[in-house]
């Protein structure tokens, strides 16, 4: 499976941005997917993630202002982003998982393919 992130960029605090994570190789439909963020010179932190079934899960420092998504027919999972803040800034990454359990769906070695990241930018 290869995935492809984009959609990042650079915006104001308070915007908005909707990053896509588009798989190519093998449908995405049974496996979780997941979204990570690393900032300079933290660790790689996730996101949310979303179940193959549809089930959602965030991290707390993003509840109500993210939502995941996914598309099967387009094998492409959403990550749509409101009132960004500065804190939000980071690279975030798109990540699949062959063998889901949302209770550890926050762990980066649970996934095992990985995009290659896309850039996002929120300024004060």
């Known amino acids: 499976v290869q995935l492809q992130a984009s959609g990042g960029g650079l915006v104001q605090a308070g915007g908005s941005l909707r990053l896509s994570c588009a798989a190519s190789g093998r449908t995405l439909s049974s496996y979780g997917m997941g979204w990570f963020r690393q900032a300079p010179g933290k660790e790689r932190d996730a996101v949310a993630a979303?179940?193959?079934?549809?089930?959602?899960y965030y991290a707390d420092s993003v509840k109500g202002r993210f939502t995941i998504s996914r598309d099967n027919a387009k094998n492409t999972v959403y990550l749509q982003m409101n009132n960004l803040t500065p804190e939000d800034t980071a690279v975030y990454y798109c990540?699949?998982?062959?063998?889901?359990?949302?209770?550890?769906?926050?762990?980066?070695?649970?996934?095992?393919?990985w995009g290659q990241g896309t850039e996002v930018t929120v300024s004060s």
């Open positions: 990540a699949a998982d062959r063998a889901w359990h949302g209770s550890t769906w926050y762990a980066n070695q649970k996934y095992d393919y």
């Open positions: 979303i179940s193959w079934s549809g089930d959602t």
